[in-house]
């Protein structure tokens, strides 16, 4: 009896083992942990070592095919003594805050237009997809063919209804050509407000419409009490990654104007690229890269600090 005992201790021992993991592993919190190993694994490898790398390329004078010199904040102090650079922080102000109100509004203005009920609802909701589905790169060139000075379809627009020849240089000019990056860089994303919001709009209960209505409420008001206050938090997780996106954007702005003219476009990310790639000066690129992050951080903390109190 003693000698056929032991296996079944064996055995038991295995079951309580099994079952004591598997208590561990429905705990909540190892759960998730377990869930977001492979996403943390993914961002340390390819977010994290190239943050890293960042600065402490910021940290150095590091010219193309040569070996870098530490200097310390040699460089952010010579980014902050650099008057381009500060016009360069100006323009991304601008460009981002701007361009981010518009997209908010129409947006918005657009969601409520797709929430109605109309013929082709459903194939009007996927061309809305179009401008954000068709890479950045062929969109950008073939708004850049519509904004020629020499062959440019506004312009012909334009003198078909009495303007002035020859017309404006819409990427020559500094003003016209920030207002054009401006308005392209809505056009590209109002299909992601529009359709987030469309998603957010189709989750308000209809009896909270009826309701308001019995009360009196005309379409103002329902608007205003009823649906921007649930809306509210999509607006803001929105506007978030608007702000993101918009605050790093580069390859609408580099196909566009390459900065110009006279570094009336350049943002943080595209005058970054032409000190690094263009003028060769690695550590200094970065540098100006990096300073984009304190402004971003800010900001996200301000909205998830909002988000919470809501």
């Known amino acids: 009896m003693t000698v056929r005992s032991e296996p079944l201790l064996g055995v038991t021992g295995a079951r309580r083992g099994r079952a004591s993991l598997g208590l561990w592993l429905d705990r909540e919190s190892v759960f998730s942990w377990l869930m977001m190993a492979l996403p943390l694994l993914f961002l340390a490898g390819f977010v994290g070592y190239p943050f890293c790398y960042g600065i402490l390329l910021s940290l150095q004078d590091r010219p193309v095919a040569h070996a ?145 209505t019995i009360d009196g409420a005309g379409g103002w008001q329902r608007f205003r009490y009823v649906t921007l206050p649930l809306l509210q938090p999509i607006i803001l997780i929105v506007t978030l990654f608007s702000v993101i996106f918009t605050f790093a954007d580069f390859q609408l702005v580099y196909v566009l104007t390459h900065g110009g003219p006279q570094n009336a476009t350049h943002l943080f990310a595209t005058y970054a690229f032409d000190i690094a790639m263009g003028a060769g000066q690695l550590g200094k690129g970065a540098s100006v890269a990096l300073t984009m992050l304190p402004a971003l951080a800010l900001l996200i903390v301000a909205l998830t600090i909002y988000m919470r109190r809501r």
């Open 68 to 212: 870098g010199t530490f200097v310390g904040l040699n460089n952010f102090i010579a980014d902050f003594n650099d008057p381009i650079f500060w016009r360069v922080a100006a323009n991304t102000f601008v460009y981002t805050g701007i361009a981010t109100l518009l997209k908010m509004v129409f947006g918005l203005c657009l969601a409520l237009a797709m929430n109605q009920n109309f013929p082709l609802k459903n194939l009007v909701r996927a061309l809305l997809l179009l401008p954000f589905i068709v890479p950045t790169v062929l969109s950008t060139v073939a708004w850049l063919w519509m904004l020629d000075p020499a062959f440019s379809v506004v312009n012909r627009l334009l003198l078909a209804l009495g303007w002035p020849r020859p017309g404006p240089s819409w990427l020559g000019n500094p003003v016209l050509a920030m207002a054009s990056i401006i308005v392209i860089n809505t056009w590209r994303g109002l299909p992601f407000y529009g359709i987030t919001l469309l998603a957010g709009l189709q989750t308000v209960p209809v009896e909270l419409y009826e309701a308001a």
